[in-house]
């Protein structure tokens, strides 16, 4: 083969794999761009489709940001949980379990976290600042309900919200963590591995690290130790493709009592509650009772 024909190959090969560079760092910026800025939906369900009355409210996170949420007072009821929704969702998405509660004697609280929702802010950081909103709901139910005690459920990020925040502020009495995960870093690569393959996973986290995200502060894993004397619920699908069973049983393994853990079989991401309703509702009202009610 002649040297000019050499040349040509090398010509064509080094166009592909400029084309190949430039696609997976498009990809790799849009994903980390998804992560830190949620597509937001119109929130159009509201507590009154579960019959239930309530107020909208407005109130500041511990950093400033205004957050907007629904009050839902049970007025035979002493204690409140605090509903937390995940990355990508909004408060109309837990809508089902704040109903569970409600009937069963809980005033709750839901809420969109930052850049979700009806909420302020445009940046998403898994876990990291959503901290500030769980604490200015806390402050909030504090001052308008004064409940006896607070609980929190929360659902992946708010799970993890959940856990980190309750590590810190005593006034969670009970934390309830559906599909939480442990690792901030790892639930990114869980999440893109079907988009892109391990060894260029990297980019995403560079991107993220560009746009301001912290990996490594507020993990669950810092703080999951401090709960205790309060009490922890970690409910975790084996069939999770996001979160595994090996962040439930780290989280668990590292919590003080009193701890439970429950791995239900075939669930997906937050999907226990679908894949075991009444046993799902049976374990979240017989922990709340007993750790909010004392029963």
Do not use: C
């Not at 605090?82 to 089902?96: C, N, Q, T, Y």
């Not at 591995?193 to 990297?202: E, H, Q």
């Amino acid at each position: 083969m002649k040297v000019g024909n050499y040349l040509e190959i090398l010509k064509k090969g080094g166009v592909v794999l400029i084309w190949v560079v430039i696609i997976i760092t498009v990809i790799s910026l849009f994903q980390s761009y998804s992560i830190v800025h949620p597509l937001r939906r119109p929130v159009t369900l509201t507590p009154s489709y579960y019959g239930m009355d309530y107020e909208s409210v407005v109130f500041n996170s511990s950093d400033g940001l205004r957050l907007k949420g629904w009050l839902i007072l049970n007025n035979e009821s002493r204690s409140m949980v605090i509903v937390s929704h995940g990355h990508g969702a909004d408060k109309g998405d837990v809508l089902d379990v704040a109903g569970v509660l409600y009937r069963n004697g809980y005033s709750t609280f839901l809420f969109d976290f930052r850049a979700h929702g009806e909420s302020e802010g445009d940046f998403a950081s898994l876990g990291w600042l959503e901290t500030n909103d769980l604490e200015g709901a806390i402050e909030f139910v504090k001052d308008r309900a004064n409940p006896d005690n607070i609980g929190v459920i929360g659902f992946s990020m708010g799970g993890t919200v959940a856990i980190t925040t309750a590590g810190q502020r005593d006034e969670i009495k009970a934390v309830v963590a559906d599909s939480a995960f442990a690792d901030r870093s790892k639930l990114i690569d869980m999440a893109v591995k079907y988009v892109l393959p391990s060894p260029l996973d990297f980019l995403i986290h560079f991107f993220l690290r560009i746009q301001g995200m912290d990996m490594v502060e507020n993990l669950p894993l810092e703080h999951v130790d401090a709960i205790s004397p309060n009490a922890l619920l970690i409910i975790q699908g084996d069939k999770d493709h996001l979160v595994e069973v090996e962040d439930a049983m780290s989280l668990y393994d590292k919590a003080k009592e009193p701890k439970e853990l429950w791995l239900v079989p075939g669930a997906p991401h937050v999907g226990a509650q679908q894949a075991e309703k009444s046993e799902y509702e049976k374990r979240v009202l017989e922990f709340f009772d007993k750790y909010l009610k004392g029963g």
